[in-house]
Structures are given as C-alpha cells and as structure tokens.
C-alpha cells in the first residue's frame, strides 16, 4: 500500500533555532496536512494545502510556522524559531480530497531543548 | 470552543470480549465521524467512517451514530490482544474539507489475555 513518508523521524533542536520537517506525500493525492500531537494530547489540526496555497489553518498555525511544496513530491513545514512548546510528534497526512481516508506518515518527533 | 469528547480509560477488555467505546461532540453541524486507531508512538490509522444515523459494520467493528444525542460510538467484537490501543474519535463539520479532523483525545484500550 502507498504511504506518506516523513523525514526525519527524530529532530532536536535548540530553542529559537529553525527547523524544516520534510513530508512525501502519495503521489496521486492533491490535498495535504499538518497535525502536531504533545505527548499524551491530542492530535490537532495546523493546516491544510491545496494547489499550492494553504486552504485552512487553525490558531496554532501563526508566523512562526509556514508550509511548501517546492517540487512536485515534498511538502514541508518550516518553524522559523522554535520553542520549548513547540516539541511533539508532527504527522503530515495526504488524501485524495474526495475520499475521506487521511493516510498519515509515521511522525518526525521534535523535541526543542 | 467545539469539543470532542471521550473517555480516557484505560477500558480493559477481557479476550474474546466486546469493547464499547464512546465519544461525543459539541459542534451540530459535523457531518462526518471517523474511528482512528493509534499504537503507541505510531501515527493514527482510520479504521472506520460514518455520517448517517445507525449502525455500520466493517468486521468485527460497528460503529454507531447518533446525531440527535451527538453520539458516535464503536463497538469491537472478539476483542484481540492486537487492539490493544488508544482509539481516536474524529469529526469533520466540513464535507468540502475531508482532511480537517478535530480529534478527541482518545480512550486506550487493553485486551487481557
């Protein structure tokens, strides 16, 4: 079965610093996500992307955060200066748009120190 | 603020047993409802959808839908050791945007031997 692939699948960094999370999306699908998981919360939604524009973002999503796909087969999300709030698991998951299966990758854990 | 709402459990589940899993929502106009299944430190996987009142069976799965009460929930028969898990329950409001789930913070499940 295809599969959304993220990398890395671990990533620590230093507060303030930037760091870029990278997502492989199925190739067939046009619609992609961002949702972010704190350990032992829930899994919350940051942003959607369709033909290259974001189509919804929630609260979470502010400046410090930005999503691209700079080719036809990557889609990152980039927090310009983290913080310590910032760590947990981020999931990118695709779908075809009209279907409502969300395929989810296996996660890139940030943690900020 | 719209919730989703469930109980954190743990359920433990004898063998052989059916687990019956609740979840409810405040928002009236979501219109899609989905069971996500999450191992630890793994990615939500969807094991079931539905958006009509009543029932709907995918296996040993039924989940269950009742809007007036803003209720969905999911019964699991001949419970295995492999469900031991923490069961998501996902509602979308918008049928234009499938992938924007809201998710409650789910129930872990343990099926004893």
């Known amino acids: 079965e295809p599969e959304v692939t993220q990398t890395p699948s671990h990533q620590v960094t230093q507060m303030g610093q930037e760091v870029i999370l990278r997502c492989v999306p199925i190739s067939n699908h046009l619609y992609f996500y961002w949702y972010r998981q704190i350990l032992g919360q829930k899994v919350e939604f940051l942003v959607s992307?369709?033909?290259?524009?974001?189509?919804?973002k929630s609260e979470i999503f502010d400046d410090q955060f930005s999503v691209e796909r700079p080719d036809g087969s990557n889609f990152t999300l980039k927090i310009r200066s983290t913080k310590l709030e910032d760590s947990a698991m981020y999931f990118c998951?695709?779908?075809?748009?009209?279907?409502?299966?969300?395929?989810f990758g296996s996660g890139t854990q940030l943690s900020v120190l | 603020q719209k919730e989703v709402e469930q109980n954190s459990g743990p359920l433990s589940v004898p063998e052989g047993a059916i687990a019956s899993l609740n979840c409810t929502y405040s928002d009236r106009v979501s219109q899609s409802f989905f069971w996500y299944r999450q191992y630890s430190g793994k990615s939500p996987e969807l094991i079931m959808s539905i958006y009509s009142n009543g029932d709907k069976e995918d296996g040993r799965f039924t989940a269950q839908l009742n809007k007036a009460s803003q209720y969905v929930s999911l019964l699991i028969r001949d419970s295995q050791p492999s469900d031991s898990a923490t069961y998501l329950c996902a509602v979308n409001r918008d049928s234009d945007s499938w992938g924007k789930l809201q998710f409650g913070a789910g129930t872990q499940v343990v099926v004893t031997p």
């Open positions: 998951a695709s779908n075809v748009g009209t279907d409502e299966k969300l395929f």
């Open positions: 992307f369709y033909n290259n524009e974001i189509s919804e």
